[in-house]
């Protein structure tokens, strides 16, 4: 008799636990997800969209360098042969710094318009990136910057 044609029996009787047969659906009903809902087409679609990501991470180069990526992942105890892992990582870093960045010159425009009122003429000021204005944009990620007391 085939393990298709047996009925399901109990955990107990064949030392087959529940979660052997428990991504199995039973001849006549459905598969489910794991979650015991039964799949919906956004798991499919999702799953399409990753797959589509993981073919794109294939042909694209983030901005850091992937020496540079595999430097500090190794410092940190990341071992990972999957380059597109990798490459996702930097891209995370990227992101992370181009926010961290783009808070910074927002903080240094408000400051800015503050001394703009103060009755300040800056009409050719460049902007530039202060300790000031990085330690409040980082301070929004839970990064904590303090100058050591002997600068001060």
């Known amino acids: 008799m085939d393990a298709e ?7 107990g009787r064949n030392g087959s636990g529940a979660g052997a047969g428990a991504s199995a659906a039973p001849a006549g009903q459905r598969p489910t997800t794991p979650s015991g809902r039964l799949p919906s087409r956004s798991d499919f679609q999702s799953d399409k969209s990753l797959a589509e990501f993981l073919v794109q991470m294939d042909n694209y180069a983030p901005i850091i360098p992937e020496a540079v990526t595999d430097y500090y992942l190794g410092q940190a105890g990341f071992e990972c042969s999957d380059v597109r892992i990798k490459r996702l990582l930097a891209l995370a870093t990227q992101k992370f710094i181009s926010d961290v960045a783009n ?14 009122e103060k009755k300040f003429h800056s009409k050719d000021r460049k902007t530039v990136l202060t300790m000031e204005d990085l330690t409040a944009a980082l301070s929004e990620y839970g990064v904590n910057i303090k100058k050591p007391e002997y600068y001060s």
Do not use: E
């Open 5 to 11: 044609q047996t009925p399901p029996t109990s955990a």
């Open 103 to 116: 808070d910074a010159f927002q903080y240094n425009r408000i400051r800015q318009q503050a001394s703009k």
